[in-house]
Every structure is written in C-alpha cells, then in structure tokens.
C-alpha cells in the first residue's frame, strides 16, 4: 500500500505520524524551502505562521476539551506543544521555533516516514499512490487549487487572515508598561519571559489615548482586496480596522479590553490595554495579542507608537492580510472526508473547512484513522468519533448538510452535541455525574466530562494505533 500524503502543516504531520505510527510507510510532501507560501518564513513541519497560542486549556472550554481528546488520542503537535511550551495565562503558547523543530524532528526520525521536498502541482494524473492525503492548508499553491476545484467541482472559495506584528522587546518602555495575567491570576509556567508577576506585558491606554489611536487607526493606509476575491475574515483574527467599523468600543471589548488590570500607576484598570505576548522563552520578542491588521507597513509603525510604552517599538515582523482555501465540505466530501468524485483522495486540516492550528491538527488525526479503516477493509463507522465529542463535533460541522452558505469554524460549544443531556441517557447520566461530583447545573463541566469520556472508550478501542 503507497500513501501520500501533500503538505508537512499542522494536520499533514498528524496524519503522517498517525499512519506511520499504525505501520504504514507514507511519502510525506512538502514543498517549502524550495517554494515558499506568503506566510511561511522556514523550511520547518508544523510551522506556525501567526499567533504562537494554541488558545486555552481550561478543562471546561471547547478549545481545553479538544487538546485533552487529542492528548488521549496521541496528538503529535501537543506532545510538541508540551515541550515547547511558553507562559500564557491559561492558554498553550509556544515558543514557534522549538515547536515545529520538535515536529520536524519526530517525523524525521519515523522509519515509517519519507520526506520529499516537492510541490503537488496537481492530483488528476494518475499516480504510484494508492491513496493521496492532501494536507496543504489554508495557503495552497494556486495550481494544486485549480487542480483540487476542477476534481472537486466546486466554485472556488476565499477568504482573508490577518497576522499580528511582533515587537523586539528592548525596544519596549517598562517604565509604562507592566507585567501581569488579568484578575492577578498566577503564571502557570516559569520561564525568563515571564515572572510571578505574570506572563503578559500590558500598555495601558487612557480614554484619550485610546481615542488618538482608533483616529490614527482609521486614517491609514490600508492594502485593499483585490476584485476577484471575496472578503471574509477568520473571527479569531480579525484584523483591528475591521473591528473599528463595528464601533468605536468594539476593541475595549475585543484585544483592547482592559478588565482585570491593575495599572501600578494608577492602581485602577485603565480605558483600555493591550496584550503583548512573549513569542519566545527569552523573552526577547513580543506579540501584539489579537492586533492583526491590514494597515501598510509605514502606517503601522507610525500608528503602533502611538500606543503608551511603545513610542519607539522596533518590530520583528509587521501584520499583514493572507489568502485562505477550503471546499464546502458538506458537499464535495464523503463521511470518511474523501472527495465523493475522487474517493481515493482525502482532505485534511483547515481546508476542509475547520479553522485554527489545533482544529486542523485534529482533522489530520482523524483522517488517518478514517484511511486506516479503507486500508484494513473496516467501516467508517468502526472509527468515527463518538458525536458528544470535540472531535464528533468537528467531523459533525463538516458534514452538516443543513447550512445553506458553509463557512470555516473552529471549535465551539455550539458545535457540541447535546447528546449528554438527551432524556433516554438519563439514568446513565445520573450515575455518571455523580460520581464525578458535577453539580447539574455546570453544563460546561458536563459536556468536558461526557466528551472525555466518550473519547477514552474510543481509545480503548482502537487496536491498530
Ligand atoms: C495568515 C494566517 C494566519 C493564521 N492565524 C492563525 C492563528 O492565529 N491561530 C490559529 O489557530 N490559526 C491561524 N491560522 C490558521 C492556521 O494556519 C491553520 O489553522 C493551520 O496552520 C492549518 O493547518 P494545515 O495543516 O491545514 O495547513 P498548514 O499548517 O498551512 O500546512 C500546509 C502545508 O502545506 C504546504 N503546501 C501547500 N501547498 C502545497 C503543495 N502543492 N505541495 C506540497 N506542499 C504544499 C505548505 O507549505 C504548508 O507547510 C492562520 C492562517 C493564516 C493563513
């Protein structure tokens, strides 16, 4: 049997390893160095190429039961995550570089697992492969697109990402900014960027700084959309100017919400705040949490230093606007998410439609398992996730035949099952809530508990991994 598999991101490395590890040699493809995308910088797997958050851990948030799932299933890019970690809050950040050298390492090293440094260009010729797992994200070269949307048969979607800028952290004023996690909560992880103090570094914004900035904000030149493509953005990276033209509080509710800090100087919480985020474990580079933009480069500057404690910020990288291809997935995949015209050929990651690092990290494992099952001769229902899972939930949003426009999302309680509270389970979930000691009430806890649950019997089923 001859896999391969196109694209060494975040979810291409999860099926690779998933694959390899069950015994299957994979033919891994990846095209950069030697072709790059508008957003990666190296030739490393798994490379993240915006925030360095994998978002919350808290065990009752949707995001906090899908790494504890993928944890329980083996997770490859939590396993790097683990090792790469970088204090945030109550957030998995990791220090990117360690992150994706760790990956890059892992799969090197696989005997199972062959690299090939070469882009797909496209899957309508017939190849030595039995089966092709196409793995190329949200960046797909154009010519594997072309050839994806004429296999598919599906008219082309885009949409448009943001990516926030970074900022050299001597360049920053500690006279006026401080450090601190919001509500005083502790750092959960110790290391030089961080102290007992906290992990974020905070610029307080009076009201009429806020106000000079959302002006400035609103006069700069920003990179427009070309004709062709339809502008939607992904909600988690807004880009900051999109969130102005909903109102001028929309960002002291958003990135800019100032709830929870303590500013020393005044020991009041300011009119707003932004988050900088240490981007390493030195400490020596700093992310401007949830500031993506489309603004022009001199723009960005000139409007960034109006921001208090960054009047002379020097940046590592600028924000900048980038493409994003997914299929509508509910039409054009088969319930194992190959392609219902080509069912030899499977999708993973974000371009089948789910949204975020961990997201399409997921889908990779998942489609590994869905390609063992065709391998060994099982059903998919044998390895279809259990619907009252976070990993039921994603597969359940891409084959959700109901929604008339389909758009990427990442995982969310409203993607959940309520299969936890439907009346026949009742009995079942009497005993099983009480022993957990979950007070009825707590629907959050209960969903994180049934979801974990329900995947641990998945696991325990699962011979080939
Ligand atoms: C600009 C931008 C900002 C983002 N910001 C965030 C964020 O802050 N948080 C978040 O959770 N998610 C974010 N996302 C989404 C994030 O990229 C994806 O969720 C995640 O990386 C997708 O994983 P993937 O494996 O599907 O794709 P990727 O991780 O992008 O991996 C795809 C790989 O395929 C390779 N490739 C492409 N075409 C070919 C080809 N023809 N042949 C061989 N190789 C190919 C690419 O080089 C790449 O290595 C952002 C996306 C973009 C584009």
Redesign the pocket.
Known sequence: MKIRV???????TEVAYTLAKAGVSVSL????PQRE?E??KTGNL??L???NSFKSLSPVTASGILKEEMELLGSLSIAAARKSQVGAGEALAVDRDLFSQEVTDRIEAHPNIEIIRE???GLEAPSEFDFTIV???????PS?SESLQKISREAEFYFY???SPVVQSESINTEIVFRGNRHGKESRFASDANDSKGDYLNCPLNEAEYNRFLDALDAAEKIEAKSFERLKH?E??MPIEEMLKRGRDTLRFGPMRPIGFDDPRTGRWPHALVQLRAENREGTAYNMVGFQTRMKYGAQKEVFRLIPGLESAQFYRLGSM?R?AFVNAPKVLNDDLSLVHQPNIFLA???TGV??????AAI?MLVARFALARIHGRTVESVRPPRASAFGALHSHLRNMESPDFQPMGINFGLFSDLAFEPALAPLRKRFFKRKKIPKTDKRAMIAEWSLAQIRRYRAKETAI
């Open positions: 196109a694209g060494g991101g975040l979810a291409g493809f990846e095209m950069r995308t957003a990666h798994a490379e190429v915006c925030s882009e797909i260009v793995a190329t994200g949200p960046l797909t070269s594997l990402d943001a990516i992904f988690g990276c980038h994003n990651g974000q371009v949204e975020g690092y961990m997201e399409s990779g």
